[in-house]
């Protein structure tokens, strides 16, 4: 009878440490995958991390030159993810070119070009959902394809419709303090 208790005994440790050690596991890999998760509302819209080939140059007046959003590199049937959680408002072509529209809250809109459209206008997306493959042909793109990612905030009672940098949604700019001389 002794003997019995003690062979329960070491089976009792043995069950409770591999409890604990799965728990362990457990723990490990949900605090791998919330760090590796975006913060912020949102994300970029090519996996991995692009390269910016052209960045945003916003024009004195909306009728003048610029660049009305940033080139990001990728590949030709690459897949473009939606950069915030929104509604599609377009998906379609523009001058020949495929593009999609979503509207975020707050009145801020961005926009994907050249993008094959896998969403339909209506459909609320998710940050991070997929909602097309990337097309060839960007204009001025050094890479084999470009993304054109544009941002702007639409007209409101007190101010009007005005084109962003789409890369200052990703996250907050750090303050930098340097040494006075």
Do not use: N
């Amino acid at each position: 009878m002794h003997r019995l208790g003690w062979v329960g005994g070491v089976y009792r440790r043995r069950l409770i440490s591999i409890i604990l050690g799965v728990i362990a596991l457990l723990g490990l890999v949900a605090e791998q995958s919330v760090s590796a998760a975006p913060h912020g509302e949102f994300s970029w819209p090519l996996q991995p991390r692009p390269a910016v080939e052209r960045q945003f140059d916003k024009p004195a007046q909306d009728w003048l030159p610029g660049h009305r959003g940033v080139d990001l590199a990728g590949a030709p049937g690459q897949a473009v993810f939606a950069a915030g959680a929104g509604i599609v408002v377009f998906a379609g072509t523009v001058a020949g070119k495929p593009v999609v529209s979503i509207d975020h809250s707050g009145g801020l809109r961005t926009t994907y070009e050249p993008v094959q459209a896998e969403v339909s206008v209506g459909l609320r997306v998710a940050r991070g959902m997929r909602i097309g493959t990337l097309g060839a042909g960007h204009e001025g793109c050094v890479a084999a394809a470009c993304l054109h990612w544009g941002a702007r905030r639409e007209a409101s009672g007190h101010s009007r419709r005005e084109y962003i940098d789409p890369l200052g949604l990703l996250h907050p700019t750090p303050l930098r303090l340097k040494p006075v001389p």
